[in-house]
T-cell receptor, first 115, second 113 residues
């Protein structure tokens, strides 16, 4: 079965500094990977996805992630944090073991952005 | 112009009651899902329907019964509510059973007292 591990439950940054949210995955075949963001009391929004095309994936709001098969990682980065980036971020792997897509979520990383 | 909508947004009820949560999507998708997010923010899939047919049914108590009257709607009925059912329930939709992009609704916060 597929799984993801988000290495940090909380990450704190100052506005204008880089953001790094770490994610490692486990998959028995070539995975599809996603990052979703959840702002307080809101639903989940897709930030970006990797589906075996380019290994560097660009998403919305200046976020990007790099798929590294050798390290089984899919870390999320942003060069300069904005106050509005404060939210919960989920790394997600697609489990297609049954032929149907099922998203398996990590435990989330809360990003705190200070002025 | 909401893509995936859920009603109600908040639901407070007592143990033992029966309640329903409704979900509608206007994206033209043919696959819909229910997820449960617990107090630690962990999200887990419960059910998935494709063209009104159940395709994913995780280990969920049979007090939970999803119903899909058409492709645009997936409702969740819960019988005999328990304290442990308190959570945020999210509906989502995608195109196709291998649809990579799932679009989520705003969630329904269920509190059982």
């Amino acid at each position: 079965a597929q799984s993801v591990t988000q290495l940090d439950s909380h990450v704190s940054v100052s506005e204008g500094t880089p953001v790094l949210l770490r994610c490692n995955y486990s998959s028995s075949y070539s995975p599809s990977l996603f990052w979703y963001v959840q702002h307080p009391n809101k639903g989940l929004q897709l930030l970006l996805k990797y589906t075996s095309a380019a290994t560097l994936v660009k998403g919305i709001n200046g976020f990007e992630a790099e798929f590294k098969k050798s390290e089984t990682s899919f870390h999320l980065t942003k060069p300069s944090a904005h106050m509005s980036d404060a939210a919960e971020y989920f790394c997600v792997v697609s489990d297609r073991g049954t032929g149907f897509q099922k998203l398996v979520f990590g435990t989330g990383t809360r990003l705190l952005v200070s002025p | 112009d909401t893509a995936v909508s859920q009603t109600p947004k908040y639901l407070v009820t007592q143990m033992g009651n029966d309640k329903s949560i409704k979900c509608e999507q206007n994206l033209g998708h043919d696959t819909m899902y229910w997820y449960k997010q617990d107090s630690k923010k962990f999200l887990k899939i419960m059910f998935s329907y494709n063209n009104k047919e159940l395709i994913i049914n995780e280990t969920v108590p049979n007090r939970f019964s999803p119903k899909s009257p058409d492709k645009a709607h997936l409702n969740l009925h819960i019988n005999s509510l328990e304290l442990g059912d308190s959570a945020v329930y999210f509906c989502a939709s995608s195109q196709g059973v291998t649809g990579y992009e799932q679009y989520f609704g705003p969630g329904t916060r269920l509190t059982v007292t």
